[in-house]
Nanobody, 131 residues
Framework: QVQLVDSGGGLVQPGGSLRLSCAAS????????IGWFRQAPGKEREGVSC????????YYADSVKGRFTISRDAAKNTVYLQMNSLKPEDTAVYYC????????????????????????WGQGTQVTVSS
């Protein structure tokens, strides 16, 4: 059974940092693209970042470029999203997601943040940036 568990969210002041984790069971994340998405109240889901299988490529939304970093620890079967210089507009529930290796959308060495292409999702972790 495939399971993704998001963690690491919390309340932080503007300018602060958080590191989100996405731990997987039932599949090997190193072989798969991983996406981070977020959804704020009343807003549509937004693709934040992704990393391709074997870390060949990464993507960051313009709104987080230079502040967020996605990384993978293959030994722990976990992907991280380091978030620095946080702003109130970063407040949202953050989700990690991955896809089945047999997915039509799976392309080695490539990732994107089209949410509908992802098959498995974490439960979400709340990030609140406020003074």
């Amino acid at each position: 059974q495939v399971q993704l568990v998001d963690s690491g969210g919390g309340l932080v002041q503007p300018g602060g940092s958080l590191r989100l984790s996405c731990a997987a069971s039932g599949l090997v994340l190193d072989y798969l693209p991983i996406g981070w998405f977020r959804q704020a109240p009343g807003k549509e889901r937004e693709g934040v970042s992704c990393i391709s299988n074997n870390d060949r490529s990464t993507y960051y939304a313009d709104s987080v470029k230079g502040r967020f970093t996605i990384s993978r620890d293959a030994a722990k079967n976990t992907v991280y999203l380091q978030m620095n210089s946080l702003k109130p507009e970063d407040t949202a529930v953050y989700y990690c997601a991955t896809m089945d290796s047999g997915s039509f959308h799976y392309t080695p060495g490539v990732c994107d943040v089209v949410g509908d292409e992802y098959d498995y999702w974490g439960q979400g972790t709340q990030v609140t940036v406020s003074s």
